[in-house]
């Protein structure tokens, strides 16, 4: 049976069988079959960490994380920016094939009003997650996990009905695109949604700087696992943090780098407060004994923006190219898993990307072994453990509708960000830095690579390409 099928199925019944499950099969989450905590940077390079290699950035908890954890050298994400990337993770299908290819849309979806950091507004068109797609909310309510998205979702367009607890996820605590998408407000809202009820942030009234949303949004996790410690739990928590703009009052742990601009120790100081919140959640985890029982991952959405102090902090570790872009510093990012007594301490350099973590975690929490033709990733679950997985001799490919497009196979990556520009071609395992092109060397391998991106393009209505239906 189709896993698409089967899915929409048990999420049909909702609470009756994700209840039964929890009472009878999964009445407490086991090492083999974790809770879930899923944590995810929004444009934070692939340079931002001291365990990457930063110099300048203090992360002492995401440092412990990867000292005793699994991190991966070669992991990327789903895209260059949030909307397509997200979606990527979140449906298993890669932006060739998936639902949301580009922050704004082409055709179709709905209009709404953006609001950039200057105040200026602007009228785009978006597309969102609609009530057939599959997402990890999900595949995990469905194996009897209670699941919850915290802060970013960004997936909804400007269609309120596709929050995320309508599109899988049993509970909500955070903003979407279609009632609070201003940057005014970005870290220290006044608005916030519980589930579909818009509540009010009194401490923050009037623009006051009270309540920073990296700890508004660590508070509502904390408060999830707290209510359910004792069935097994799939949380999804998205920070903000480091997207600009750079909005934080509390700069004291670098307030004493005279060098550095007012900018630059605002972005570090988000990246060190939200590595703090972090840290405050895997205490929560200690305190109440769920350590063992619960797989930790960290990631970023996509690479550095071009915002960022690179420069000064090294955001994207050298990495050609930013936010935005399919080149390596818009697309590479730092991946860390961790659970004590089942995730080696081991650094791994195979090719993975989002799409990989839906078959992963339906692999995980015991919803299906067997992976759909729709889904673009595999199951890199073994890799977690100490295992194997052949994931390199596939094709990871990526793309903005007509305008770039990538794919990565073994140590080659074929790549351009331009429309109707030239391939170029990178042997990453010697290049990872993207310096060399040679297209001019290997046309043959160009011309194949070429024609298995047009191979992993589908057709979308809501980005329809010159001559597609």
């Not at 742990?253 to 405050?280: C, F, P």
Request: glycine share 10%; aromatic share 10%.
């Amino acid at each position: 049976m189709d896993l698409h099928l089967t899915l929409l199925g048990l999420a049909a019944v909702g609470s009756q069988t994700a209840g039964a499950q929890t009472e009878n099969e999964l009445r407490k989450a086991t090492p083999e079959h974790p809770n879930i905590v899923f944590i995810l940077a929004d444009d934070m390079g692939y340079g931002d960490l001291h365990c990457y290699g930063n110099r300048y950035i203090q992360t002492p908890n995401i440092d412990r994380l990867c000292a005793t954890g699994t991190s991966f050298t070669q992991a990327y994400a789903g895209s260059g920016i949030s909307s397509p990337s997200r979606c990527a993770l979140m449906t298993g299908k890669n932006s060739g094939n998936g639902r949301i290819r580009d922050n704004q849309c082409y055709a179709g979806g709905m209009t709404g009003l953006k609001i950039n950091p200057r105040g200026d507004t602007t009228i785009v068109r978006r597309a969102n997650l609609l009530a057939e797609d599959v997402t990890l909310g999900t595949v995990m309510t469905a194996a009897g996990y209670r699941t919850c998205l915290v802060n970013k979702w960004h997936l909804d367009g400007y269609d309120p009905g596709s929050a995320p607890n309508h599109r899988g996820f049993d509970e909500f605590y955070g903003w979407t695109i279609a009632t609070v998408h201003s940057n005014a407000p970005y870290y220290y809202p006044y608005y916030r949604f519980h589930g579909d009820s818009l509540i009010n942030i009194r401490e923050n009234e009037n623009d006051a700087h009270v309540r920073h949303n990296t700890e508004i949004s660590t508070d509502d996790a904390i408060g999830f696992i707290h209510r359910n410690k004792e069935r097994p739990f799939f949380l999804f928590l998205g920070y903000d943090a480091p997207h600009e703009p750079f909005n934080i009052d509390d700069t004291s742990w670098y307030d004493e780098q005279g060098d550095w601009t007012a900018n630059t120790k605002r972005y570090a100081a988000l990246v060190t407060h939200m590595d703090y919140n972090i840290g405050r959640l895997l205490a929560t985890l200690d305190a109440l004994g769920l350590r063992e029982n619960t797989l930790v991952i960290f990631a970023s959405d996509n690479g550095a923006a071009v915002q960022a102090p690179t420069e000064q902090l090294d955001c994207g570790a050298g990495l050609k190219g930013h936010k935005g872009q399919l080149y390596e510093g818009g697309i590479k990012v730092p991946l860390i898993v961790n659970q004590p007594g089942r995730v080696p301490v081991r650094q791994v350099d195979n090719l993975v990307y989002f799409p990989d973590f839906m078959p992963t975690l339906a692999q995980l929490s015991g919803a299906s072994p067997q992976l759909p033709e729709q889904i673009d990733g595999m199951d890199i679950s073994p890799l977690f453990f100490g295992g194997h997985a052949d994931t390199d001799s596939r094709y990871l490919y990526w793309e903005f509708p007509g305008k770039q497009r990538a794919i990565r196979h073994g140590e080659w990556k074929c790549v351009t960000v331009k429309k109707n520009a030239p391939l170029e071609l990178y042997r990453i395992s010697e290049d990872k830095n993207e310096q060399h092109n040679l297209a001019a060397d290997y046309p043959e391998l160009v011309r194949q690579l070429d024609e298995q991106m047009k191979r992993m393009h589908h057709y979308s209505p809501n980005y329809p390409l010159p001559g597609e239906p």
